[in-house]
């Protein structure tokens, strides 16, 4: 990963990087053989430039990292799930283009 935008979050810290932050944060269920997250991957290298001051982003591997996707019921990838304050308030499944993305990310900051 070279984007320093996009922190990458495991089963040990998952509960301080993402449900402890301050800011909300979009997570990234992904593994490197699913072909949608490689299409996703760059859409949120974007995102997480325009969004820096509003938004963390984070990744987690889910073949590195087994425990943290059933918590959540996840069956497939990429899936991504928006937190505020430790509270799951989003969840898309699939690769979305960036104004997806943005409308997605959007919503959920207004709320």
């Known amino acids: 990963m070279n984007n320093n935008n996009i922190i990458i979050v495991t089963d040990k810290n998952f509960e301080t990087l993402v449900l402890e932050e301050k800011k909300p944060v979009l997570v990234d269920f ?7 997250c490689k299409i996703l991957s760059p859409i949120l290298e974007e995102i997480a430039q325009e ?9 987690i591997n889910v073949d590195e990292n087994p425990n943290i996707a059933p918590q959540y019921s996840i069956r497939g990838i990429p899936t991504l799930l928006f937190f505020k304050e430790g509270n799951l308030l989003g969840t898309k499944v699939g690769a979305l283009s960036k104004l997806e993305l943005k ?6 900051l207004n709320k």
């Open 30 to 36: 992904w593994a490197p053989w699913c072909n949608p």
């Open 51 to 59: 969004y820096i001051k509003t938004i963390v982003i984070a990744k």
């Open 103 to 108: 409308n997605f990310l959007d919503t959920h």
